[in-house]
Each structure stands twice: as structure tokens, then as C-alpha cells.
């Protein structure tokens, strides 16, 4: 099996503003917003530089659904644009924050999908994505509607013979203090995952590093 280098990053929360709304830089941005642009564009720079073999986000790519405010989305676009100008495979979902559980709100990564090279997965179901020309398969599961329509698209999932896969998701895992106390959050137990037997296991939503072992981390924040 052929070796592949792959870009992670996860809760990048695009458009966050903190607690300083107050302050604005010289284009009219909220400075904390500002911050978590430029740790992102060092993100993509980085993927370029390591010219990788395709990037994965595991959820929460801006902090509200895109429409609200054009200028945050149109930066984020631009930079996911970088990646696809290089031929560099973009795979992303989406995560609590911008999940529309609303019909007729839409979602931002419908338009991310429309790049080259790139494939988002945003409507609550899981969907296999296989990268072209190569044997990686994305196993992508988003944030959904309630934490019962989640499991149970959760146990669609299977491995793939002949293929690396790589299960892509945003959910707590019960082992950790926070979700095992959560009665809103989508969770997952360890075991379960582990059951799954996935190459690599990629989940968003905790903002902390975690390596679970058995290929299964928590990339967490590029910032905060």
C-alpha cells in the first residue's frame, strides 16, 4: 500500500469572535476573528509547503452557518481554493456549529463542494467518499440531527477491503470526562470505534489534542 501524506486539521471555527467584539482591525474585522484567519491561511500555507496528498477537516469549519456574514465565508473559500489550485484533494464536514438542522437554511459547504478537488459532506448521513486515483476511502459521518439519527448512521459504516480507511467524523467520545457528563453533544463510545477497525480515525468537536490510540485522535483547534 502505497504511502500517502494527509493534511489534518478540525474546529477551526471560522468567524468566532470572543469576547472583544469591540475591537476591529484596519479592514473592519473583530481582532479575535482576525487571529483565527490567520491561523488558518498558516494552516493552508503549511498543506502547500508538505504538498500533501489530500487534507482532511473533521468539522466545524466556520462558527455559524456561512450566510451570516459573506466576508468570513468568502475568506474561507478563497483559502480552500489555495488547496485546490495545487490539485490537492479537500475533504470536509460539517460539525455542530454549522450543521443546518433547519430545512431551507442551506449550508456553506455546498458551496466549498463546487471546487475542484474538493468534496464536502453536510446533510446528517453518513457518505463514503473514495479519493480519485487513489485506495483512500473517507468514511465521512458530519454532526446531525439528534444523537439516536447519528448512532444509527454511525453503524453504516464498514471497513473496505484492499482500501485505507480513514473514518472522518464530529461527535464526543464518551471516555472523555466532558462528553461522558453531556446530555446535548452526539457521543460515541471508544469501543465502538475501535470496532470499526478504520486505518485512521479523525474526529472533531473537542478542542484538545487526544491520541486514543489505535489510530484515533482528536486533531483539535489550529488556535484555541
Do not use: W
Request: with cysteine.
Amino acid at each position: 500500500m502505497a504511502k500517502r501524506k494527509i493534511g489534518v486539521f478540525s474546529d477551526t471555527h471560522i468567524g468566532f469572535q470572543g469576547k472583544v467584539t469591540s475591537k476591529t482591525n484596519e479592514q473592519g474585522f473583530n481582532v479575535r476573528t482576525q487571529d483565527i484567519n490567520d491561523a488558518f491561511q498558516q494552516s493552508i500555507d503549511i498543506f502547500l509547503g508538505e504538498e500533501g496528498d489530500f487534507v482532511c477537516h473533521a468539522g466545524d469549519g466556520m462558527d455559524f452557518s456561512g450566510y451570516k456574514y459573506p466576508a468570513y465565508f468568502n475568506f474561507y473559500m478563497k483559502q480552500i481554493h489555495r488547496l485546490s489550485t495545487a490539485k490537492i484533494h479537500y475533504v470536509e464536514i460539517a460539525g455542530n456549529h454549522n450543521f443546518a438542522k433547519k430545512a431551507g437554511v442551506g449550508n456553506e459547504l455546498e458551496k466549498i463542494d463546487l471546487l475542484p478537488y474538493a468534496k464536502t459532506v453536510y446533510k446528517g448521513m453518513y457518505e463514503p467518499y473514495q479519493i480519485p486515483d487513489t485506495n483512500v476511502m473517507i468514511h465521512c459521518l458530519p454532526s446531525s440531527f439528534d444523537n439516536d439519527f447519528f448512532r444509527s448512521e454511525f453503524e453504516k459504516i464498514e471497513k473496505e477491503d484492499e482500501m485505507f480507511n480513514v473514518l472522518l467524523t464530529h461527535s464526543g467520545i464518551s471516555s472523555v470526562d466532558f462528553y461522558s457528563k453531556s446530555e446535548s453533544s452526539l457521543v460515541l463510545h471508544l469501543d465502538e470505534i475501535i470496532r470499526k477497525k478504520m486505518d485512521l480515525t479523525l474526529v472533531g468537536d473537542y478542542h484538545k489534542f487526544v491520541d486514543f490510540g489505535n489510530h484515533i485522535y482528536y486533531p483539535g483547534p489550529i488556535e484555541r
